[in-house]
Nanobody
C-alpha cells in the first residue's frame, strides 16, 4: 500500500510563489508516473504537471513557464514549484502516483488560494 502526503499549500497574493511537496511511502516501484492535478470549485480535475521515472516531464499549457515539477528519487518525493501565481490557479491540488501496471494512488489534496 502506498501513502501520499502532500504539503505546501496556502494563501498567496497574485504574482507570488508556492512550493508543493508530495512524499510517497510504503511500496515503491521502479516504473511510474508522478504528478500534480488540480480541481477548482465547479470544475473537473485537470492535469497540471507529470514526471515519469525516466525523467520525462509534461505540463499543462496554462502553467508552462510558471510551474516546475521535479523529483527526489531517493526520497520518493515530487515537488511543484509554482511561480507567478494567478487567481485562476486557485484550486485543490492533488498528487498522483501511478506505478506501471498498477492502480493509481491519490493524495488527500492541498488547497492553494491566490488572492489579494
Amino acid at each position: 500500500q502506498v501513502q501520499l502526503v502532500e504539503s505546501g499549500g496556502g494563501l498567496v497574493q497574485p504574482g507570488g510563489s508556492l512550493r508543493l511537496s508530495c512524499a510517497a511511502s510504503g511500496s515503491s516501484f521502479s516504473l511510474y508516473v508522478m504528478g500534480w492535478y488540480r480541481q477548482a470549485p465547479g470544475k473537473q480535475r485537470e492535469l497540471v504537471a507529470t514526471i515519469t521515472s525516466g525523467g520525462t516531464i509534461n505540463y499543462a499549457d496554462s502553467v508552462k513557464g510558471r510551474f516546475t515539477i521535479s523529483r527526489d528519487h531517493a526520497k520518493n518525493t515530487v515537488y511543484l514549484q509554482m511561480n507567478s501565481l494567478k487567481p485562476e490557479d486557485t484550486a485543490v491540488y492533488y498528487c498522483k502516483y501511478a506505478p506501471f501496471g498498477i492502480s493509481s494512488y491519490w493524495g488527500q489534496g492541498t488547497q492553494v488560494t491566490v488572492s489579494s
